[in-house]
């Protein structure tokens, strides 16, 4: 008798939902790929500075997304015909500006050629190395593309271009003295260069290589972003998240993410990081 009373207690439980599974996350799905350091990475605390500002962004903006880790090119696909509500982070770009929504800018960075020599100012010295008998070697990471003007130098045979499978290995040349120039991030190059000189800074790495810039004027400078699909649901949901990021840039909490991510680096790097933020309209004037 006990049994049938025990059987019929369990039933009446379930129906009240006293034993119902948890229920699935209904939020937004979006996607993210933690193979872009330092800006999203598994490497980083939290995913990265960039996976924080979606984050708090989002949740400023009373939404609470099930996140998802999909490789980017699948991720942007995904996003693209609706299978997913949005992905980050992503450059801005007319093409994708016509198949998706496009957040505010998260963040501006810019790929940058750079050189541990300092007297190379400028990208038409390289013809000058080059016509001495020296030909430069630059490190792109496969899939990267550097400005035209550098490109045409490649074309002509003048600047040898080596393309390893990772970023890291570029910065693994220049520590070995095996080149001296590298296109990518600013950001990117600094986080690597600390890994490969065995740093416990950025800072640190930069005691002993240090990398300078070389304009380029067809250099390719981009904010990220996060997009959404093309539809109103996409729009709707791009809106409550410019939203959240407005509040968190009003609010101060976005300065102080920077602060936190890059408190390690030369007062010099995070000036420029700075002023780059507020040059490109992210963060008010000060």
Not at 44 to 72: C, H, M, Q, R
Not at 121 to 128: E, F, G, P
Not at 149 to 177: G, K, T
């Amino acid at each position: 008798m006990l049994r049938i009373v025990s059987f019929w207690l369990l039933i009446s439980l379930v129906g009240q939902g006293v034993f119902a599974q948890p229920q699935e996350n209904t939020g937004p799905k979006v996607a993210t790929f933690l193979d872009f350091p330092p800006y999203i990475s598994d490497e980083e605390p939290d995913d990265g500075f960039i996976s924080v500002i979606v984050k708090e962004s989002f949740a400023l903006a009373g939404i609470e997304p099930d996140y998802t880790i999909i490789n980017w090119r699948r991720s942007f696909r995904a996003v693209s015909i609706g299978e997913i509500d949005a992905s980050f982070s992503w450059a801005m770009s007319a093409e994708r500006a016509a198949m998706v929504h496009i957040s505010k800018p998260l963040f501006s960075t810019s790929n940058e050629l750079l050189t541990t020599y300092p007297d190379l100012a400028d990208w038409r010295q390289l013809i000058d190395i080059a016509k001495a008998g020296e030909k430069p070697i630059i490190c792109v990471p496969t899939g990267w593309k550097v400005g035209a003007e550098v490109q045409s130098l490649v074309d002509q045979n003048m600047v040898q271009q080596v393309s390893p499978s990772h970023p890291r290995f570029c910065m693994e040349l220049v520590q070995a003295n095996r080149t001296n120039i590298v296109y990518m991030p600013r950001l990117t190059a600094l986080h690597f260069l600390k890994q490969v000189t065995g740093k416990k800074g950025a800072g640190d790495a930069n005691q002993d290589i240090r990398l300078y810039s070389i304009p380029v004027p067809s250099g390719w400078a981009n904010t990220q972003h996060v997009i959404f699909t093309k539809d109103a649901d996409g729009l709707a949901l791009k809106e409550k998240f410019d939203q959240g990021l407005d509040k968190l840039i009003a609010s101060g909490r976005y300065a102080e993410i920077l602060e936190r991510f890059f408190s390690n680096y030369p007062e010099a790097e995070r000036e420029m990081i700075y002023q780059k933020q507020i040059n490109d309209g992210i963060l008010p004037e000060q």
